[in-house]
């Protein structure tokens, strides 16, 4: 099985500021067709959780533009440009390459 | 809309079976695979399975096979995930999420997801 390992665990940002997440996979998520299957999910607090980044770097419909995603094989980023209150939550990158899909442990954002 | 109804909170004992519901609504339920998955209370993510309501194909989790059993009925727009004898390690929130094709080959991603259903099994 393929191991989703997230950091850091705790991300405490001043509104307006730049915000960083880390993800990595225990093997390389990039498919021969030369997509990266490695998405992004926040679970706002007391909501399902909500995809964000589809194949690596794909904004899923009506995501703001302040999220961005990069990366490729095994290493990964998400990255808010400008934090708002509203972005608080649990973030999970999923590997969708094969089954069992897994997550990683979640990073919480929160306001300081 | 396409939406994910899931059916009340349980609190069960340990031994106790129990079938919980994600009816589907607002678009072809025997098109779409439903993906479960579980968060333990203060805990993460965990991928329980999915099945394909077209004709109950489905894949496990290891760490879920013969723990759980996923199902459909096609006539009512329904998946339900069941236990036939539950543990207090089975306490948690389990979410139904539709499992579309995202484009690329084998790609899917989970784009609507239910509220949850919470499952405690206590003594």
């Known amino acids: 099985d393929i191991v989703m390992t997230q950091s850091p665990l705790s991300l405490p940002v001043t509104p307006g500021e730049p915000a960083s997440i880390s993800c990595r996979s225990s093997q390389s998520l990039l498919n021969s067709n030369g997509y990266n299957y490695l998405d992004w999910y926040l679970q706002k607090p007391g909501q399902s959780p909500q995809v964000l980044i589809n194949?690596?770097?794909i904004r899923a419909s009506g995501v703001p533009a302040r999220f961005s995603a990069s990366g490729s094989g095994t290493d990964f980023t998400l990255k808010i440009t400008r934090v708002e209150a509203e972005d608080v939550g649990l973030y999970y990158c999923?590997?969708?390459?094969?089954?069992?899909?897994?997550f990683g442990q979640g990073t919480k954002l929160e306001i300081k | 809309e396409v939406q994910l109804a899931q059916s009340g909170a349980e609190v069960k004992k340990p031994g106790e079976s129990l079938k919980i519901s994600c009816k589907a609504s607002g678009y072809i339920f025997t098109k779409y695979w439903i993906a479960w998955v579980r968060q333990m209370p203060g805990k993460g993510l965990e991928w329980v399975g999915v099945i394909y309501p077209g004709d109950s194909e489905y894949r496990y989790s290891p760490s879920f096979q013969g723990q759980v059993t996923m199902s459909v009925r096609k006539s009512l727009n329904t998946a339900y995930l069941q236990w036939s004898s539950l543990k207090a390690s089975d306490t948690g929130i389990y979410y139904c999420a539709r499992h579309v094709h995202g484009g690329p080959a084998d790609y899917y991603y989970m784009d609507v997801w239910g509220k949850g259903t919470t499952v405690i099994v206590s003594s």
């Open positions: 194949l690596g770097s």
């Open positions: 999923m590997q969708a390459l094969q089954t069992p899909y897994s």
